[in-house]
C-alpha cells in the first residue's frame, strides 16, 4: 500500500518521467496502429520494428556511440526502405501479403543481428546498450531523450488529428478519395512515415518482438466498443496509458520484472476482457444472441406443428409424433416444451398435447407469415412455387409486425399461398 | 577461406536446418500462413522456459514438450480470437504472439536465479559453437556434435511427415473444402503441421535462435516461389536454396568474423531480393525488349 501511495502521487521525479514516457509512447502508437488496424495492414507495424535493427546499428556504427540522433535516424532509414520493399514486392511480384511481410521482418532482423554480432565483437565498450533495442528498457530512457522521443510523439498526434478526415478517407475508403481529388498516394506516404517514427520511438521503450502489441492491441481492443472512429482513438489511446501505468508499477514494486512485457500483458488482458465482455459484438453477448434465436426457432417449430395438425382436424399431438417430425432436436423440443407450457401457450393433458387459445393466436401468425412470405416471393420476385418454402422456413423467425403489415397491405390480403394452402387469420 | 570438418559439421547441419524449415514453410506459404509460423515462433518462447524450469536443462524433453504445446496453444488462440471473437486475422497473430512472447520474457526474468537461460540465446542462438558441444555417452564414447543429430533427427521427421502426409498436405492447402469433402481431417492436418513447426523450432532454437527460424522458414520458399508454381520444384528449390544458403552464410560470417545464423538469413534475403528484381513485373518501360512472356499472372 505504502508503495501504491508512493508511485501514484508520483513524489518521486523519475517516476513522473518515466509514466510520462511510457504515456507519450503509447498515445503516439495507439493512435497510428488504431489506423494501421482498421486498414487491415496491423503486421506491417511488426515488419518495421523487427526491420529498424539493421538501422540502428548503422546509426550506432556511424555515431561510435548511443546517441540517440543518429540511432533514430538509422532506424528510421531502415524502417522506411522495409515499408517501400513491402509495397514494392506486393506491386511487382505475385507473392501473398503475409510472406512479404514475414520475409521482409526476418531479413532485415537477420541482417541487424549479423550487423549487432559484428559490432560486439569489435569490443566497444559502449556496445551494451544495443541489446536494450531488442528486449526494450523503458526505464533507461534518460531524461534528455525523453524530449527527442517525446516531441516525436506529440508531432505525431498532431499530425494525426489535423489530418484527420484525409486518413480517415485512405482508412475506409481511399477510392472515393482519389475519385474527389484527394493525393491518396501523398496521403499513405505520410501516414507510413508517421508509422516509421512511432515504431523507431517505442523501440525504445518495449523492444523490437513487443513493438506490435503497441500497435495492433489497442485498436483492437477499442474496436469492440464502438463504431465511430474518434472515440476509438481515445478509447485506444486511453488502454495504452492504463496499461502503460500499470506496467511502470508492476516493474517499479518487483524491480527485477521487466516494464514493457508487463504493459503488454496488461494491454492484451484489456483487450481479452473486451472480446469476451463486450456488450457490442463481445463473444457472450453474441453466444446469448445466437442461443435465444435457436430457442426461438425450435418453439415456432413445435407451434407451427401444432397449428398444422390442427389445420387437418387433428386437436391433439403426442410426444412421439412431435419427435417424429424433428428427428434430430429431440432435446430442444423437449426444452421447448417445458417453456412453452409454463408461458401458458401449450397445454399438456394426458391424451397429448395442444395448443392454448393465445398459443393458438401465436402459432397462427408464423404460419401466416410463412405463406404470406411465399406469395410475396413468388407473385413479386417471380420465384417458383416449390423455390420459396427453405427462405419462408428463416424469414418466418424474422419478420416484424410492421414487415407483417405491409407485406398484407401489397399483396391485398390474400388468401391462399403459392401452394393453395389458407393463410390463417383471427376472425375479428 | 578454410575447410575443415568444423566447417563442414556447421555447413551440413545449417543446411539439414534450412531444409526442414524449408519443407514446412512451403506448405505453411500455401496456406498463407507464414505469419501464423512467425508467431508460433515468438509464442513457443514459454513453453521453453517452462520446460527449463521443470527439467533444468535446455537439452530435454520437456522443453521439447513445452514448446509444443506453446505452438499449438497459440495455433488454437488465433483460431479462436478469429472465429470466436470475430477479431480480423492479422490484429489475432499480433495480439497471440505479443502476449505469449511478453509471458516467456516475464518468467525468464521470475526465474532468472534458477535457471541460466538467457534470452538473447533464445532469440538468436549461436551455431558457431556446434562443435564444441558433443554428445558423450555415460560410458565416454564421443558420438560427434549434438545439434547435428538433433537437427538430423529433425530433418528425417520432416522428411517422413511431408513424405507419408503429401497428399493429405497438398490437398488441404490448395482446396480445403475439396479436402474436408473427401474426407481429410483438414484441421487435424493443420494442428500436425503447427506442431511440426513448433517442433522445428525449439528443435532449433539452439543453434538458430528462435526468430532466424522464421526466416528460413519464410524467405528459401517465398524465393522459389517466385521462380515456380508447381509443388514438387517447389520444394526442390526450396531444398538447394537451403543448401546454398547454409554454405555462403558460414564462408561470408566467417569472412567477417559475425553471427553465421544472421548472415544466412542475409543470404537468403540477397536471393529473395535478387529474384523479385528478376521475376517482379516490372513496368513496361523497363522490361525492355526481353522475349519472356508479359506476365499475365499478376
Known amino acids: 500500500m505504502e508503495d501504491f501511495l508512493y508511485f501514484f502521487t508520483f513524489q518521486d521525479p523519475s517516476i513522473t518521467w518515466v509514466v510520462l514516457g511510457i504515456m507519450l509512447l503509447g498515445i503516439g502508437s495507439a493512435y497510428v496502429g488504431t489506423f494501421s488496424f482498421l486498414d487491415k495492414k496491423a503486421l506491417l507495424g511488426d515488419a518495421i520494428s523487427h526491420a529498424v535493427l539493421p538501422g540502428i546499428c548503422l546509426g550506432f556504427v556511424l555515431a561510435g556511440e548511443k546517441d540517440p540522433r543518429y540511432i533514430v535516424t538509422g532506424a528510421f532509414l531502415s524502417g522506411a526502405l522495409a515499408t517501400f520493399l513491402s509495397s514494392w514486392l506486393k506491386q511487382h511480384t505475385k507473392l501473398?501479403?503475409?510472406?512479404?511481410?514475414?520475409?521482409?521482418?526476418?531479413?532485415?532482423?537477420?541482417?541487424?543481428?549479423?550487423?549487432?554480432?559484428?559490432?560486439?565483437?569489435?569490443?566497444n565498450p559502449e556496445v551494451a546498450g544495443l541489446n536494450s533495442f531488442i528486449f526494450g528498457n523503458a526505464i533507461g530512457i534518460a531524461e534528455a531523450d525523453l524530449f527527442l522521443y517525446g516531441g516525436l510523439s506529440m508531432a505525431i498526434l498532431l499530425v494525426l488529428s489535423l489530418f484527420l478526415k484525409e486518413f480517415r478517407l485512405m482508412v475506409f475508403d481511399p477510392g472515393f478519395g482519389k475519385a474527389i481529388g484527394f493525393p491518396m498516394k501523398g496521403i499513405r506516404f505520410v501516414f507510413n512515415v508517421l508509422l516509421i517514427l512511432a515504431v523507431v520511438i517505442g523501440i525504445q521503450a518495449i523492444g523490437v518482438v513487443l513493438m506490435a502489441a503497441l500497435l495492433i492491441t489497442p485498436g483492437a481492443a477499442a474496436r469492440f466498443w464502438t463504431d465511430r472512429l474518434q472515440p476509438l482513438l481515445l478509447l485506444a489511446a486511453f488502454f495504452s496509458i492504463l496499461s502503460g501505468i500499470l506496467g511502470t508499477y508492476v516493474s517499479?514494486?518487483?524491480?527485477?520484472m521487466p516494464t514493457g512485457p508487463w504493459v503488454v500483458v496488461f494491454l492484451s488482458l484489456i483487450a481479452l476482457l473486451s472480446f469476451i465482455f463486450s456488450p457490442k459484438s463481445g463473444i457472450i453477448r453474441r453466444f446469448l444472441a445466437r442461443r435465444n434465436y435457436l430457442r426461438k426457432t425450435h418453439k415456432d417449430h413445435l407451434m407451427k406443428a401444432l397449428f398444422k395438425a390442427k389445420e387437418a382436424h387433428k386437436e391433439r399431438l403426442t410426444l412421439e409424433e412431435i419427435h417424429a417430425l424433428y428427428p434430430f432436436h429431440k432435446k430442444e423440443i423437449t426444452h421447448s416444451l417445458q417453456e412453452l407450457t409454463t408461458?401458458?401457450?401449450?397445454?399438456?393433458?394426458?391424451?397429448?398435447?395442444?395448443?392454448s387459445t393465445q398459443g393458438n393466436s401465436d402459432a397462427m401468425r408464423i404460419v401466416r407469415l410463412h405463406r404470406l412470405w411465399e406469395l410475396y416471393l413468388n407473385e413479386s420476385m417471380n420465384i417458383a412455387p416449390d423455390h420459396v418454402h427453405e427462405s419462408a422456413e428463416q424469414m418466418e423467425h424474422l419478420l416484424t409486425p410492421e414487415l407483417e403489415?405491409?407485406?398484407?397491405?401489397?399483396?391485398?390480403y390474400p388468401t391462399l399461398d403459392p401452394h393453395q394452402e389458407t393463410i390463417p387469420r383471427d376472425t375479428p | 577461406m578454410t575447410f575443415d570438418s568444423n566447417a563442414f559439421l556447421i555447413i551440413f547441419t545449417g543446411a539439414l536446418i534450412a531444409i526442414s524449415c524449408g519443407f514446412l514453410g512451403v506448405f505453411l506459404l500455401l496456406r498463407k500462413m507464414s505469419m501464423t509460423g512467425d508467431a508460433i515462433s515468438h509464442a513457443v518462447l514459454p513453453g521453453i522456459v517452462i520446460g527449463f524450469f521443470v527439467s533444468g536443462s535446455q537439452r530435454s524433453l520437456e522443453v521439447i514438450l513445452g514448446a509444443g504445446l506453446l505452438g499449438i496453444l497459440s495455433t488454437l488462440m488465433i483460431d479462436a480470437l478469429r472465429k470466436k471473437a470475430k477479431v480480423q486475422l492479422d490484429a489475432s497473430i499480433g495480439i497471440t504472439f505479443t502476449l505469449l512472447f511478453a509471458i516467456g520474457i516475464i518468467l525468464i526474468n521470475l526465474f532468472a536465479y534458477k535457471v541460466d537461460l538467457d534470452q538473447e540465446c533464445v532469440l538468436y542462438g549461436e551455431i558457431a559453437y556446434l562443435p564444441i558441444d558433443l554428445w558423450i555417452t555415460s560410458s565416454g564414447l564421443n558420438l560427434g556434435p549434438r545439434i547435428t543429430?538433433?537437427?538430423g533427427v529433425n530433418f528425417f521427421l520432416i522428411l517422413g511427415f511431408t513424405y507419408f502426409l503429401f497428399k493429405e498436405l497438398s490437398i488441404t492447402s490448395f482446396d480445403e473444402q475439396f479436402s474436408s469433402a473427401i474426407g481429410i481431417p483438414s484441421k487435424g492436418i493443420n494442428l500436425a503441421l503447427m506442431s511440426m513447426v513448433s517442433y522445428?523450432?525449439?528443435?532449433?532454437?539452439?543453434?538458430?535462435?528462435a526468430i532466424l527460424v522464421v526466416a528460413l522458414?519464410?524467405?528459401?520458399?517465398?524465393?522459389?516461389?517466385?521462380?515456380?508454381?508447381?509443388?514438387?520444384?517447389?520444394?526442390?528449390?526450396?531444398?538447394?536454396?537451403?543448401?546454398?544458403?547454409?554454405?555462403l552464410g558460414y564462408y561470408l560470417a566467417y569472412w567477417i568474423d559475425s553471427s553465421i545464423a544472421g548472415m544466412m538469413v542475409a543470404v537468403a534475403g540477397a536471393f529473395f531480393f535478387g529474384s523479385a528484381l528478376i521475376k517482379g513485373n516490372w513496368p513496361l518501360g523497363l522490361r525492355g525488349t526481353s522475349k519472356s512472356s508479359p506476365a499475365f499472372d499478376s
Open chain 2, 200 to 209: 522445428t523450432t525449439v528443435s532449433s532454437f539452439e543453434s538458430v535462435g
Open chain 1, 96 to 123: 501473398s501479403e503475409d510472406s512479404i511481410t514475414a520475409s521482409i521482418l526476418s531479413v532485415f532482423f537477420g541482417i541487424g543481428i549479423v550487423a549487432l554480432t559484428a559490432i560486439q565483437k569489435s569490443g
Open chain 1, 405 to 412: 403489415a405491409q407485406l398484407e397491405q401489397r399483396l391485398n
Open chain 1, 343 to 355: 408461458q401458458g401457450l401449450v397445454l399438456q393433458d394426458s391424451q397429448g398435447i395442444r395448443l
Open chain 2, 217 to 247: 522458414l519464410v524467405v528459401p520458399p517465398s524465393t522459389a516461389y517466385l521462380w515456380t508454381k508447381s509443388l514438387i520444384p517447389l520444394l526442390r528449390l526450396t531444398a538447394t536454396l537451403g543448401i546454398l544458403i547454409a554454405i
Open chain 2, 149 to 151: 543429430w538433433l537437427a
Open chain 1, 252 to 256: 517499479f514494486v518487483l524491480p527485477q
